[in-house]
């Protein structure tokens, strides 16, 4: 069965500064792979997905994920972190018919 | 286009008392799934319909129950509440159930069980 181990449930980085959010995988079958961000009391928003095309998958308000079978891993990043990427980070994995299954989360603080 | 409409966004009920949720997909999706999320486990998936049929259940007691109508619409259904169920529950729907397919959330619902 598949499952999504996410690295530190809080990372704190400053405005400007990189994010990066890890998540490595397991699973049986070459996975499909996708990251939500979640703003509070809000529910899930689709920030990117692998899905075997291209190992560097290009998300929405300027994140990306690399896709590395070797490490078993799909950390996300973005360059330079604003204020308003603050919010909980779900990474999720799909193999087959399953439904997804998702990470711990990680929530990103910004500080100013 | 109207997204993931989820009904009520909150909710309080007492311990032993049912519930209903309510969950209207984006037009044209047939798959809904519906997930806990809770603090200490995270999001935990509790069944998906397709076509008004069940295709997937999680690990979940038999308290916690649902369906769908011929509308792609579905409902979810806690009977006799526990504290332990108080939970945002999460419903998203998708055009079609593959794995590659983007499941749509809706805001959630917040269940508080006193």
């Known amino acids: 069965a598949q499952s999504v181990t996410q690295l530190g449930s809080h990372v704190s980085v400053s405005e400007g500064a990189l994010v990066l959010l890890r998540c490595n995988y397991s699973?049986?079958?070459?996975?499909?792979l996708f990251w939500y961000v979640q703003y509070p009391n809000q529910g899930l928003q689709l920030l990117l997905k692998?899905?075997?095309?291209?190992?560097l998958v290009k998300g929405i308000n300027g994140f990306e994920a690399e896709f590395k079978k070797s490490e078993t891993s799909f950390h996300l990043t973005k360059p330079s972190a604003h204020m308003s990427d603050a919010a909980e980070y779900f990474c999720a994995v799909s193999e087959g018919n399953t439904p997804l299954v998702f990470g711990k989360g990680t929530r990103l603080s910004v500080i100013a | 286009k109207a997204g993931v409409t989820q009904t009520p966004r909150y909710l309080i009920k007492t311990r032993g008392q049912q519930v209903t949720l309510s969950c209207s997909p984006i037009?044209?999706?047939?798959?809904v799934s519906w997930y806990q999320q809770t603090p200490g486990q995270g999001l935990q998936f509790l069944f998906e319909?397709?076509?008004?049929?069940?295709?997937n259940k999680g690990n979940f007691p038999g308290r916690f129950s649902g369906r769908q109508f011929s509308n792609s619409r579905s409902e979810m259904n806690v009977s006799t509440l526990e504290l332990g169920d108080s939970a945002l529950y999460l419903c998203?729907?998708?055009?079609?159930?593959?794995?590659?397919?983007?499941?749509?959330f809706g805001q959630g619902t917040r269940l508080t069980v006193v």
């Open positions: 699973s049986s079958v070459p996975p499909y």
């Open positions: 692998y899905t075997s095309a291209a190992t």
């Open positions: 037009s044209g999706h047939r798959s």
């Open positions: 998203a729907s998708s055009l079609i159930r593959t794995q590659n397919t983007e499941a749509f």
């Open positions: 319909y397709f076509s008004e049929t069940q295709r």
